[in-house]
């Protein structure tokens, strides 16, 4: 799943666009994702398939399988909540709702989550464990900083109770409920390496969950099947990025026939939904050394269309709205 995707910003809808306009050409050269179009050309895209156009209200109808208005049409700050309502009184999903991964934890499956959660957290019924996910590594709230991963202005555009100082990064499996505390997780001190994927980088920490939940997975158990949840933080704002991807972008811009950007933004949206596509392949070929690729079914979505306002920088077109 991924988080304020441009549709604009996917390259299978870049290819049928007129040569002739400077602007669609330049447009183009800027969208790299050779992974997900290489799914898309083998698989099938459902370009009829519609969803909120904000986080919460969409990732809650994902995981009940309910629309959005008979779940939760609002986002929320997580501390938010309503005392004369302890059911629905709070941020995200209500209570007595059902979610997919309990669903198929009652089918015999093994359920894991990675990344963003963002629909609930006032108890522990809300969580990705009181969900029915045996384990996760994420983040509650609808963004966080990519290197500290705390909640500043640029990440949430509001300034909270705790004044953006908390951190919001935790986890849960068969021996821990609680927040993350190794040093590497918690520190942006790679965040000016030129490595291609520091291991501070928050989407690093995700992506190598991901790989392990794949590489963990008891094959010889054929009744307990897994269901994996992959949430990515991209491309939601603040813009951050390894500068490693800063420069393959702009490498492949030029190499695409494209000017450089002229915008800091768009720059750091492209090499994140690079980052996004790198990642996306990586899972692709973990299922596939593990021999789980031809009875697998992956599909990959947006929670919603990518914002068109700084700092934003996501690209809609054909279409005139945005998140």
């Known amino acids: ?57 969409s990732r809650s109808a994902l995981q009940t399988g309910r629309l959005s208005v008979h779940v939760n049409t609002v986002n929320t700050d997580m501390t938010t909540i309503n005392s004369t309502d302890p059911v629905s009184g709070s941020a995200g999903i209500p209570r007595n709702m059902t979610g997919i991964a309990q669903k198929l934890r009652m089918a015999g499956y093994r359920t894991h989550a990675v990344g963003k959660w963002g629909v609930g957290s006032a108890t522990p019924q809300h969580t990705p464990h ?32 705790c004044l953006n100082k908390f951190v919001d990064l935790s986890m849960h499996n068969t021996t821990y409920r609680g927040g993350v505390r190794d040093a590497v997780s918690l520190s942006d001190a790679c965040k000016e390496d030129h490595e291609s994927d520091p291991a ?16 963990e997975h008891d094959l010889s158990r054929v009744d307990e099947p897994l269901f994996l949840f992959y949430a990515f933080h991209l491309v939601h704002s603040p813009l951050e990025v390894p500068n490693a991807y800063l420069d393959r972008i702009d490498q492949l811009v030029a190499a695409s026939g494209g000017d450089p950007f002229d915008s800091k933004n768009r720059r750091h949206y492209a090499a994140m939904v690079l980052y996004m596509d790198d990642a996306v392949g990586e899972v692709v070929r973990a299922l596939r050394d593990r021999g789980m690729w031809e009875s697998t079914l992956l599909v990959f979505l947006s929670d919603n269309g990518g914002p068109v306002y700084e700092p934003g920088a996501a690209n809609n077109h054909p279409h005139k709205g945005g998140k």
């Open 1 to 57: 799943l991924a988080d304020d995707f441009g549709w604009g910003n996917l390259g299978i809808h870049r290819r049928t666009e007129d040569d002739e306009d400077p602007s669609v050409k330049q447009a183009r050269a800027e969208v790299h994702t050779p992974q997900l179009d290489a799914l898309a050309d083998a698989g099938i895209v459902l370009d009829r398939h519609y969803a909120f156009s904000v986080c919460a209200p």
């Open 130 to 161: 009181g969900r029915g996910y045996e384990s996760w590594l994420g983040y509650f709230g609808h963004s966080n900083d990519y290197w500290r991963k705390t909640q500043p202005f640029l990440s949430t555009g509001a300034l909270d109770v």
């Open 200 to 215: 501070c980088y928050e989407e690093h920490l995700f992506k190598e969950r991901a790989l392990s939940v794949i590489k």
